[in-house]
């Protein structure tokens, strides 16, 4: 899966780093969460909070 098709809508912020990209609905974690999840491994998913999270997951169902 393309990463920036997986995250398109959502807009991505870290909570351990300057890192904010993206607009629409919040996925909030630690920016190593935010890149394995971009990088599609479904692992990091339970650690990431916001209204985008449940969307994120949806996608990579």
């Not at 899966?1 to 809508?9: D, E, I, R, W």
């Given at each position: 899966?393309?990463?920036?098709?997986?995250?398109?809508?959502l807009?991505?912020?870290?909570?351990?780093?300057?890192?904010?990209?993206g607009?629409?609905?919040?996925?909030?974690?630690?920016?190593?969460?935010?890149?394995?999840?971009?990088?599609?491994?479904?692992?990091?998913?339970?650690?990431?909070?916001?209204?985008?999270?449940?969307?994120?997951?949806?996608?990579?169902?």
């Open positions: 899966m393309n990463s920036k098709t997986l995250v398109k809508g807009k991505l912020s870290a909570v351990d780093a300057d890192f904010e990209s607009n629409g609905q919040g996925v909030t974690g630690r920016v190593l969460d935010l890149v394995l999840v971009m990088a599609g491994r479904p692992e990091a998913l339970a650690d990431l909070t916001g209204s985008g999270a449940t969307e994120l997951r949806r996608r990579m169902d």
